[in-house]
């Protein structure tokens, strides 16, 4: 006889599967008036247009502000990105509002709000919060979703998983979640063999279309919406994951519902892939399953995601975006519309889809149908307006993540900066190296056996070396290290990478690198500048005792490395490393040679800058000793009969002595007052 605690959890199960292929939807914004409502056909001839808005990897930047720098950033942000949805409403008269998903995870307000003080059961969620008051239609779940474990995102979703670890769905209360269902077809219970959310749902929508006579009517559509995420979180989020869940090949999945979700009476199926393309052989486990999802049959539109690019675009020089059957221009990928809108709410995606009824169904016209990502900054490099509702709307977790980001998370005994990391003060680089290093080793240990044996390097480049001027630099004071630090020590939003090189791999990206440097004429008496204009966030640098190389600036650029070495040998040009670098340089940033996306062996989800947060507080204590001082390169020896110069921040000489610069002067204090930046000059000869 089945116990109470079963039946209930039968009936949970019941419910769970009446809702898939349920409208369970939102209400549409208000259509208009004057029209004639046609309840349950359709007449042939009827045409109307269906704008598809999307969303993606909006990682919880509500606001259009840096945690880490405590200064708004306009260029980003779910704020910006409301208003161009507003925008979108009022120019279409029919739309869906879709979100790809990696939405609650990213920045230090949801991480505060995960961890630091964690959100009680009947408290929404920043993200969902707002997006609730945007009136999302639905939503899919990325990898960062699984971040903080499965109890959290059963949570913050208002779901009851079935899963071990967690109290049986029969006795859990749901908690406060988003006002539209997501859907995630390819994630499954270990316990239940049943997909952990619903794997799509059918949302019904009255639209005001044209009748075959000219007139407006107002008619029905189903669009089914699918959602995918990468089954790689398997191995990203094992700690979390490992025995509990499970994922199916995205291909497979597709192929079995989507046939349902015909049945069930769907007009239109939208796949929401959280993922990029990939037009290698398929694979169950492959990470951008998102060309393969194009294929199979019934889909009519894709909403991508996961990669932080922009599709379509037809300048773009991104390797997913120029395979067969993928249009750039147009949009479309094995002839199926698809839109991927960036990332941090940087972009609106919309495809405006084009419909026709022949009397049976409603049919996409390929030839009418346009896809857009939409940029939040203008033609003129502004930025559109915030919607102000969003930030009162937060602003009580706002308030408290900006003072949580100034807690310490260790400290320093020296002062961190840029200003001589050009002559070779590793102070702010060892740091970003070091954390980049120990991440992928232990990533590799963990997940890649086969690569266990081959040496990890990490290489990383002083990101703020004075372009803007002298307050151009990166410098952050000994004591206390706050979380909002970890910004100046690494500035942009990349990801770590790791990439799989030979020891002439290494010698052409170091030559790539020593661009940085004006070629020096040893014989001039003439002041000669060191620097040229080369950007300083590609100077690439190790910073390590077992990686040893000089640069002869007096030498044309492709020929100034010079006795590169590791570990005290010269290198073999054969000899394999891996190497941690970011998303940027690995994808073919900077135009290194041979960096192009091929050689990458882990293309993490995290990001950089998150990575050496986690170091930080791994170690406690940052000291000169063990995490400022170690110089892989040093400029060939030669003397000049006149001064090499360079222009730094004025007052920082001792900044150079302290780092152990001994052949740095000053030679002008106020050398540019424009810009603040003072002239100094560096001994070749030392």
């Avoid at 206390?480 to 100046?488: E, K, R, S």
């Amino acid at each position: 006889m089945p116990t109470v605690a079963a039946l209930g959890a039968a009936i949970v199960a019941a419910v769970l599967l009446a809702a898939c292929g349920s409208d369970d939807s939102p209400a549409a914004p208000g259509t208009g008036t004057g029209v004639t409502p046609q309840a349950d056909s359709v007449s042939a001839g009827t045409k109307a247009t269906l704008a598809l808005l999307e969303t993606t990897d909006l990682h919880t930047n509500v606001r259009s502000y840096d945690y880490f720098k405590l200064a708004e950033d306009k260029s980003f942000g779910f704020e910006r990105v409301a208003t161009l949805i507003k925008q979108a409403r009022a120019e279409f008269p029919n739309t869906l509002l879709l979100d790809n998903g990696d939405t609650i995870q990213g920045t230090a307000l949801a991480d505060y709000q995960a961890q630091v003080n964690p959100l009680k059961c009947g408290e929404t969620l920043a993200m969902y919060k707002v997006m609730n008051a945007a009136r999302f239609d639905g939503g899919g779940i990325g990898n960062h979703e699984f971040n903080y474990g499965l109890g959290y995102l059963n949570q913050v979703t208002g779901n009851r998983f079935n899963v071990d670890g967690l109290p049986d769905p029969s006795v859990q209360t749901p908690c406060a979640g988003p006002a539209f269902p997501q859907v995630l077809a390819n994630v499954y219970s270990v316990r239940t063999r049943a997909p952990l959310f619903q794997p799509y749902t059918i949302i019904t929508r009255q639209i005001t279309a044209t009748g075959p006579d000219g007139n407006p009517v107002t008619v029905p559509v189903k669009v089914g919406i699918i959602g995918f995420t990468p089954p790689a979180i398997m191995s990203w989020d094992k700690r979390w994951l490992d025995g509990k869940v499970y994922t199916e090949g995205v291909k497979e999945t597709a192929e079995k519902y989507v046939p349902e979700m015909r049945a069930k009476g769907a007009d239109l199926v939208v796949v929401i892939s959280h993922g990029g393309l990939d037009a290698s052989a398929y694979s169950p486990t492959m990470e951008n399953g998102s060309w393969h999802l194009s294929k199979v049959a019934g889909v009519d539109a894709m909403l991508i995601g996961h990669s932080h690019q922009v599709f379509p675009d037809a300048t773009s020089t991104v390797a997913q975006f120029n395979l067969p059957g993928v249009d750039k221009v147009r949009g479309t990928v094995n002839g199926v519309p698809t839109v991927m809108a960036d990332y941090w709410g940087r972009r609106l995606g919309v495809i405006k889809l084009q419909l026709a009824h022949d009397g049976n169904r409603w049919v996409v016209d390929k030839s009418a149908t346009t896809v857009q990502a939409r940029s939040i900054q203008n033609a003129d490099k502004s930025y559109v307006a915030a919607d102000a509702s969003v930030a009162a709307a937060v602003d009580a977790e706002h308030q408290a993540t900006i003072a949580y980001v100034k807690t310490p998370i260790g400290t320093t005994d020296y002062r961190m900066s840029t200003y001589f990391a050009d002559v070779g003060d590793p102070g702010a680089i060892q740091i970003v190296n070091q954390a980049q290093a120990a991440y992928v080793k232990d990533y590799i240990a963990a997940n890649l056996p086969a690569l266990a044996a081959l040496p990890v390097l990490s290489v990383s480049a002083p990101f703020k070396s004075g372009f803007g001027g002298g307050n151009d630099y990166t410098d952050v004071q000994s004591g206390n290290l706050a979380i909002n630090n970890a910004a100046d020590l690494y500035l942009y939003p990349n990801t770590i990478y790791a990439v799989k090189v030979s020891g002439s791999d290494v010698k052409a990206w170091l030559e790539t690198a020593a661009k940085r440097f004006n070629l020096i004429d040893p014989a001039k008496t003439a002041d000669q500048p060191l620097i040229s204009s080369f950007p300083g966030y590609n100077f690439d640098m190790f910073t390590s005792p077992d990686l040893q190389y000089e640069i002869d600036v007096t030498q044309p650029e492709g020929s100034r490395i010079k006795n590169l070495a590791y570990k005290g040998v010269p290198l073999d040009a054969s000899q394999q490393f891996i190497v941690a670098t970011n998303n940027y340089r690995a994808s073919g940033g900077g135009n290194f040679p041979g960096l192009d996306g091929s050689k990458t062996v882990y293309a993490s989800p995290d990001a950089s800058r998150d990575v050496l947060i986690a170091y930080i507080k791994k170690a406690g204590a940052i000291t000169r000793a063990t995490n400022g001082a170690a110089r892989s390169w040093r400029f060939t020896k030669v003397a000049t009969a006149g001064k090499v110069v360079f222009a730094s921040a004025p007052g920082q000489l001792a900044q150079a002595q302290a780092a152990g610069l001994a052949n740095v002067a000053l030679e002008q204090a106020s050398y540019d007052t424009t810009k603040n930046l003072s002239l100094y000059s560096v001994d070749l000869n030392q």
